[in-house]
């Protein structure tokens, strides 16, 4: 076989690039390509997610809101509670961004949810060996479990607004004020299955002691109620409507894992793991670990850190001891679910309003509207007096506090998406790692301290959170104004070159006195924005 060689490049080598070359280039990405069409299957992905949470949920805060009551002896439940969110606080750090490179978001979130079943089947054996290990499995499943969650409605919240052509920033947080209407909901399905069955059985009304509380008990509840002088006051169901609650709660499980595995699209579809993006890129393990603890070096983020510790102690305390010191112990247990199910239903509707009205009106008005809510009831509850002859105060108190809880969840989170879009992952770990804090805080005093020094706790913290969230707020907005500055002269400047194209020297001149770029942050257009490509056809 004959054939031409060509030896003047024997000896050449490939020219490698330069230490620090970065390739995540808009020319090298791969793009995501899709139809004005893919919105509506967006919005079908956003519903499975949300339904399958709410169905979870369902079980799960049920379960929690009991805790405190069916296995108050020797702090049992308050300690099984403590175990899942110090175990979360551990699994922020370690697991999420490494799970979720090597899983994905789709099967992070299936595996994640499984890790809840133990939890709920172990309340027909509470002891300390039992449920304390069951809930260290849900504490390590839960942060990977709530990051992909996040993950996945910010980045296809990104996508729809590329699609539709509408605000990033108010998309994602509209999808989590959507996410949050469900999750919401499963307050409301979880207290009356386990208000209805007790409600059915010896704790219903004329069965049971709490059903008649005496003048004397009712001066230890409310603000003044220790858990240290409260044996005799809260007595636990019969073992049969434990296990009736328990079976339902378990085949909620077992429902919310399937319907992720089955009608999920995996995010991929969206871009989660584009060739040559950012996103893509595989890193060991100590570096996604790295990332998160990065994350916490950003003024943001640590400015966010009051508020959003916040958060896991307020919902830590209407969900053990508003529902201890106040229901249980003026109402009866029987009462619990029915109480919290005006907490969840306001709190789901709430969610969703705010989600949608704040393209209207901003999120200031609807985070003073949160801080104004949660003062005037911590303040309130440090002087009420409970009393079974006055049920709907109850009923008052906790629908305005889930008012309140609907505020920080949406409106925070969305925050998060909208700060840090280019360290999604790494964020939402952090927000789920210091909301974790916040519950094993609340729950760590929560049987040595009595109710009234738990609400100035939570009055100093949140007072701490606002300066926090103020602070941020305000640096959010300056930076917004010099980028709107920025894009006015670049626009001046265009229209000055147009005019004077036929003048170069004239063009180079106002070029060269063009305005100072503003430092490029996480609250840019992360890269899977420019990769978006809409096609219509």
Known sequence: MTGFSNGGFENDEPVKPKAGFEPDTASLREK?????????????????????????????????????????????GTVSLSAIYAALVVSCIFLPTLIIRKLTVKWTLVFSMLCYAPYIAFQLFP???????????????????????????????????????????????????????????????????????????????????????????LKHCGANFCVQSSTGILSRPPDNEIFEISM????????????????????????????GSQSAQELSGMELLSATFRQMKKPNQQLLIPIT????????????????????????????????????VVNAICSILFGSVMKYIGRLPIIILGAVVHFTLISIELFWRPSPENPLIFYAMSGLWGVGDAVWQTQINGLYGLLFRRNKEAAFSNYRL????????????????????????????????????????????????????????????????????????????????????????????????????????
């Open 248 to 275: 339902i709660y378990l085949s909620c499980i077992i429902a919310a894992v399937a319907i992720i595995a089955i009608f999920l699209d995996p995010l991929k579809r969206y871009g989660e793991k584009r060739k």
């Open 32 to 76: 995501v390509i899709l139809n004005p069409g893919e919105k509506w299957r967006i919005l079908k992905n956003i519903s499975i997610i949300s339904f399958a949470f709410m169905v979870q949920f369902t079980a799960f805060q049920g379960t929690a809101n009991l805790q405190s009551s069916i296995n108050a002896e020797d702090g049992l």
């Open 434 to 537: 210091w909301e974790s804090a916040g519950f094993v805080i609340a729950y760590a005093y929560a049987t040595t301290l009595c109710a009234r020094m738990k609400l100035y706790v939570l009055l100093a913290v949140l007072a701490l959170g606002c300066v926090g969230y103020t602070i941020v707020e305000i640096l959010y907005r300056r930076k917004q104004r010099k980028l709107k500055k920025q894009e006015k002269l670049e626009a001046a400047a265009k229209e000055k070159e147009a005019a004077a194209a036929e003048a170069a020297a004239a063009a180079a001149a106002a070029e060269a006195n063009g305005p100072t770029e503003v430092e490029e942050t996480d609250d840019e257009l992360d890269d899977l924005e420019e990769d978006i490509v809409v096609t219509h056809f």
């Open 127 to 217: 002891k300390f060996y039992t449920l304390v290990p069951a809930g260290i499995l849900v504490g390590l499943g839960a942060a990977p479990m709530w990051a992909s969650k996040a993950t996945y409605l910010t980045q296809v919240g990104q996508v729809y607004a590329k699609i539709t052509e509408q605000a990033v920033d108010a998309i994602i947080v509209r999808f989590f004020g959507f996410f949050f209407l469900a999750w919401q909901t499963a307050e409301l399905w979880g207290n009356l299955i386990s208000s209805l069955v007790l409600s059915s059985g010896a704790h219903g009304s004329g069965g049971d002691s709490n059903t008649t509380t005496s003048e004397d008990s």
């Open 309 to 344: 510790i916040f958060i896991g102690m307020e919902q830590a305390f209407i969900g053990a001891d508003f529902t201890q010191a106040y229901v249980s112990c003026a109402l009866g247990i029987n009462q619990i679910g029915f109480v919290m199910i005006c907490f969840g």
